[in-house]
């Protein structure tokens, strides 16, 4: 059964800096490219970043790049997202999500999810 | 980035409707798309993808249809267990991107 499971959620400070893990189970986690979207209270799904299978490659959106590094440990199937300068914008719960597939269009298909962590911004 | 647009953001409705989902796509995006169910507090669920393919264990009441830019999600019956809100996504670019959501409410 596919398992993930994000910690490391807090209240932080305007500037500051966190990391997010994401615990996966279940699967062969260096077959399958990883992804982190987030949902701002109230809101829609915004898709934030994505890592390849080998963690070679990295993608992320416009409003995180720069600010966002997305990570993977094959020694522990653990994924990461190190956010820094954080904003009170970035407020929102982060899950991360396994894509349906290693290459092409199938790493941004979605077909199993954590259950969030919620990041809050705030002075 | 490919922005995609649903509608209505809410849609009101009885057990036992057929219900109608929209989603359209700022440009062609084949038949790349992803249809997902959430419920409050709970993680997105995978409903259909490339457009009208069921995902395994979702029940057959959900279809899906379109390609190019204009897409539904249709169920057939409202049953309890639909009311939620429902997100289209698109998978044709290394930005994927999700309409803002349709929450189907009890009417």
């Known amino acids: 059964e596919v398992q993930l499971l994000e910690s490391g959620g807090d209240l932080v400070q305007p500037g500051g800096s966190l990391r997010l893990s994401c615990a996966a189970s279940g699967f062969t986690f260096s077959t399958y490219a990883m992804s982190w979207v987030r949902q701002a209270p109230g809101k829609g799904l915004e898709w934030v970043s994505a890592?390849?299978?080998?963690?070679?490659?990295?993608y992320y959106a416009d409003s995180v790049k720069g600010r966002f590094t997305i990570s993977r440990d094959h020694s522990t199937n653990t994924l990461y997202l190190q956010i820094n300068s954080l904003r009170a914008e970035d407020t929102a719960v982060y899950y991360c999500a396994k894509a349906r597939g290693l290459f092409g269009v199938l790493t941004n298909l979605f077909d199993y999810w954590g259950q969030g962590t919620l990041v809050t911004v705030s002075s | 980035d490919i922005q995609m647009t649903q509608s209505p953001s809410t849609l009101s409705a009885s057990v036992g409707d057929r219900v109608t989902i929209t989603c359209r796509a700022s440009?062609?995006?084949?038949?790349?798309l992803a249809w997902y169910q959430q419920k409050p507090g709970k993680a997105p669920k995978l409903l259909i993808y490339?457009?009208?393919r069921l995902e395994n264990g979702v029940p057959s009441r959900f279809s899906g249809s379109g390609s190019g830019t204009e897409f539904t999600l249709t169920i057939s019956s409202l049953q309890p267990d639909d009311f939620a809100s429902y997100y289209c996504q698109q998978y044709n670019s290394y930005s994927p991107t999700f309409g803002q959501g349709t929450k189907v409410e009890i009417k």
């Open positions: 890592i390849s299978g080998s963690g070679g490659t990295t």
């Open positions: 440009q062609s995006i084949s038949s790349w």
């Open positions: 490339k457009a009208s």
